[in-house]
Nanobody
Framework: QVRVVESGGGSVQAGGSLRLACVVSGVTFGRVHMGWFHQAPGKEREGVACISTDSSITYYGSSVKGRFTISRDNAKNTVYLQMNSLKPEDTATYYC????????????????WGQGTLVTVSS
């Protein structure tokens, strides 16, 4: 049974930083692409950043490019999202998920979603 657990969310002022972590069990972690997605109230879930199995390919959404960094540690079954220069519009619930499809950052291609971790950025 696959289990995905996110952590690291919280409240921060604009310009601040947070580091999210996602631990995955029940799957061969080194064989799945990983992604971070966010969803604000009333909006669709969208890809924030995604990383391939061996970290050779990364994708960033246009709104976070240059501010967020995705990384993974296959020895620890963990993927991270370093979020710097946070803006109020980054406020959302952040979800982690895995994909065994061809690499993309499209939510329908990802499975076994975690419960999410809330990030709130105040101005």
């Amino acid at each position: 049974q696959v289990r995905v657990v996110e952590s690291g969310g919280g409240s921060v002022q604009a310009g601040g930083s947070l580091r999210l972590a996602c631990v995955v069990s029940g799957v061969t972690f080194g064989r799945v692409h990983m992604g971070w997605f966010h969803q604000a109230p009333g909006k669709e879930r969208e890809g924030v950043a995604c990383i391939s199995t061996d970290s050779s390919i990364t994708y960033y959404g246009s709104s976070v490019k240059g501010r967020f960094t995705i990384s993974r540690d296959n020895a620890k079954n963990t993927v991270y999202l370093q979020m710097n220069s946070l803006k109020p519009e980054d406020t959302a619930t952040y979800y982690c998920a895995a994909s065994s499809s061809a690499f993309s950052c499209l939510a329908p291609n990802y499975f076994d979603w975690g419960q999410g971790t809330l990030v709130t950025v105040s101005s």
